[in-house]
């Protein structure tokens, strides 16, 4: 298992097949929000995980045997000093 950090929203995190078996969400001195797009850009409908957490809070999702993305994976960040772990095979 590999995982990537995220401190930014960004389009095109992982391009083509990839299989996401878990993310965490780590906020900085305020409140942050995650939501993560099975899709190449941060498209509307295609939302598969928010995740959200207080100043300095984390929160978790585990996806089991993990959700294969067929598009890709595109992230939304917000939150001073937040940073996404994307955890993958």
Known sequence: M???KISAS????????VRVCGIRLVA???AAT????DSLTQEAGK???????????TDNQRFGEG????KGVSV???????ILYIYYQ
């Not at 995650?34 to 797009?37: E, K, N």
């Not at 928010?50 to 809070?57: C, F, H, S, T």
């Not at 959700?67 to 067929?70: D, I, P, S, W």
Request: net charge negative; charged share 20%; glycine share 12%.
């Open 28 to 30: 900085g001195s305020d």
């Open 47 to 57: 939302d598969f995980c928010l995740l959200k957490a207080g100043a300095e809070g």
């Open 10 to 17: 960004e389009n095109a995190t992982f391009s083509g097949v």
């Open 76 to 82: 939304t960040l917000t939150g001073t000093n937040s």
């Open 34 to 37: 995650a939501t993560l797009f």
């Open 2 to 4: 590999f995982y990537k």
């Open 67 to 70: 959700l294969v993305m067929e």
